[in-house]
């Protein structure tokens, strides 16, 4: 499931309402019970939405709505049902007796019981998978997989009833729900697959007890191996799943030059989603604690939660402890005018997405790019500016949603574009494209890296190889290694000017700005050519079809032509305006903007292409 998804909202709408029941809990018997209704409903409708037909529902109102939402996948007798609404009974007493102020050992005590069942768990799956039982092991999951849920959501319902309890109650509701969209996804993949959330899990437990320790400790050698640990194994997962067959590639062209006659067998391994993503934000938790930076938490389902939170699971922004884990510990309210700017967030990006960065994709940047010699030069270059659209307004579109899906929700999370290309150079470019990337590269990598401290070729030699790597980031291919060197160079090349300028005393004048505008646009177009490029040869033939200078532009259809200008319009829109834009909707009467949101809705899904494009930022 993703944010393009059709069942998205619906998945998102039991998200919010399940969020607020768990909230405000109930003052009476009688709001109790309608509110435990009311959280079963809306959890196993989240069930459905995410996981049909994968795994059975096990309580009668799943059984309903189920068979509301079509045929039943898996039939399940009613005894079953009540077996599952004896468990969130027995879940909804349970959480009204746990200890409403638990201590930190009880709660360090229950995070080392999890990393033990964490373990065994790690340790079953690696039985199953060297005895071939995986799919024996996954369908056992697949049967018994909703009492744990319906379980989960009656200890959760339990917890909210006490004032002191509704703030772990929706820590635990935020934690299943991103759990549960992360497992959309896996749930559809073959074998082993099946169980890349638990690697996440495994990774969180691994990260939250290193920083705790770390944290613990006072000398040096102990703290910095247990760092190496963190980095090795989260940097490990992300090396073996995105890296393995582009390294030994790599290595085996390398033996034939030798001449070692050995071919190289690729794993050809499906990138688990949203991996880079979650890794990074894993490890500036370490990297934080470790620099005595952030004081570890105590609570492991907080961090988990912090980790897997699902509007920015997949694809970002990246956020940092620091900033976000603070929400999760204390929730702040949820604010009608803030989630008013959320809805206004999510039809923006949806008609980003789905209007102009899909039309632009399928009207002529696929065709271009798929072979670059059959398009004139004008329609070549027409294809490179509508792939730095396309990407800008896809990637921008999925941070709007993400950031309204949060708003909703009641958190914040950081902005993570600034129309970058009205950047009059590199060096603002990067402070305004993907911000949450370039700030970690900055605080993780280049300022380690020594920064500007050492002079200026170290700075430039820095430049390079934080933006090499960043470009290696987004994909294991020499494509994406030019892109990243492109700009590194290009940002040594930037400061060398503004250095110069600087020793000067010259201040550049507006045409001179309008000047670096046009060119900063341009240089990062031609880097996208190799970003998007699926190898040299084809970044290559759109360069080289350039250059024959041709007009023609019969293969550039209308919708193309609309769609782009609409995108360097709405680009070229006053920050200022966008503000007034939404502070306008957010003051509107309800009705107003339940009008806005519907024929907002209904124009996209009029303009929408009828083919569904992944967000590029999911392969990631």
């Known amino acids: 499931m993703s944010f393009a998804d059709g069942a998205f909202p619906l998945f998102l709408w039991a998200a919010v309402m399940v969020c607020v029941l768990l909230r405000r809990g109930a003052s009476s018997a009688f709001t109790r019970v309608v509110g435990a209704l009311g959280v079963g409903l809306l959890a196993d409708l989240a069930w459905i939405v995410a996981l049909r037909p994968h795994t059975p529902l096990r309580t009668p109102w799943g059984l309903a709505l189920q068979r509301l939402g079509g045929p039943l996948a898996h039939p399940v007798s009613w ?12 879940g909804i ?12 050992g009880s709660l360090v005590a229950r995070a080392r019981a999890l990393g033990w069942t964490t373990l065994a768990a790690v340790l079953l799956f690696v039985v199953a998978a060297r005895t071939h039982h995986l799919d024996v092991v996954a369908s056992a999951i697949a049967r018994t997989a909703h009492f744990g849920w319906v379980a989960l959501w009656g200890f959760a319902w339990g917890a909210a009833q006490r004032p002191d309890g509704r703030r772990s109650a929706l820590q635990l509701g935020l934690f299943a729900l991103s759990a549960l969209f992360y497992q959309s ?32 400790r006072t000398e040096p050698a102990p703290r910095r191996a247990m760092l190496v640990v963190s980095l090795v194994a989260n940097l490990g997962i992300l090396g073996v799943f995105k890296y393995a067959d582009f390294a030994g590639a790599n290595l085996f062209a390398l033996g034939r030059l030798a001449g070692l006659d050995r071919s190289f067998i690729p794993w050809r391994l499906v990138l688990p989603a949203g991996i880079s993503f979650h890794t990074f934000q894993s490890l500036s938790y370490t990297v934080d604690v470790y620099r005595r930076r952030l004081r570890p938490t105590a609570s492991l389902r907080a961090f988990a939660t912090f980790v897997l939170f699902f509007p920015q699971l997949v694809a970002g922004p990246i956020v940092r402890a620091d900033a976000f884990l603070p929400q999760i510990t204390e929730p702040p309210a949820i604010d009608e005018a803030r989630a008013a700017a959320g809805l206004w967030r999510i039809a923006l990006g949806l008609a980003k997405k ?120 987004h994909g294991a291919s020499w494509t994406f290694v030019v892109w990243g060197l492109l700009h590194g160079v290009g940002l040594g090349v930037t400061r060398f000017l503004q250095r110069r300028r600087q020793r000067l005393g010259h201040t550049p004048s507006r045409g001179a700005a309008a000047l670096g505008t046009v060119l900063t646009f341009h240089a990062v177009v031609a880097a ?23 007009t023609d532009v019969a293969n550039v259809p209308r919708s193309f032509v609309v769609a782009i200008l609409v995108a360097a319009a709405a680009h070229a829109v006053p920050s200022a305006w966008e503000r007034r834009a939404t502070e306008s909707f957010v003051r509107a009467p309800w009705w107003l903007r339940a009008a806005v949101l519907v024929g907002a809705g209904a124009a996209v899904r009029t303009l929408a292409r009828p083919a569904a494009v992944p967000f590029i930022y999911f392969q990631f």
């Open 528 to 550: 996208w050519v190799f970003f998007r490029a699926p190898d040299f040869a084809t970044a290559q033939a759109v360069f080289a079809q350039l250059g024959t200078l041709g």
């Open 185 to 216: 996804w896996a749930a559809t993949m073959p074998g082993a697959y099946r169980f890349l959330l638990g690697v996440i899990v495994a990774t969180v437990v691994l990260d939250y007890w290193l920083a705790r320790a770390i944290d613990a």
């Open 93 to 104: 007493v349970a959480g009204l007796r746990a200890h409403p102020s638990p201590s930190e």
């Open 354 to 473: 789905l209007w102009l960065a899909d039309t632009l994709a399928l009207t002529l940047v696929d065709r271009t790019f798929a072979n670059p010699a059959q398009f004139s030069a004008l329609e070549n270059l027409l294809g490179a500016y509508g792939y730095a659209f396309q990407i800008y307004l896809d990637f921008s579109a999925y941070s709007d949603i993400a950031v309204g899906a949060a708003a909703l929700l009641g958190f914040t999370l950081p902005e993570n574009f600034d129309a970058p290309y009205r950047s009059r150079d590199l060096a603002e470019f990067w402070h305004r494209w993907h911000i949450s990337l370039s700030t970690w590269l900055r605080d993780y990598l280049y300022i380690p890296l020594g920064g500007n401290r050492d002079g200026e070729a170290r700075t430039y030699r820095n430049l390079a190889l934080t933006m090499l790597l960043g470009g290696l980031w």
């Open 79 to 90: 005894a079953w049902a009540l077996i599952g609404a004896a468990l969130f009974a027995v």
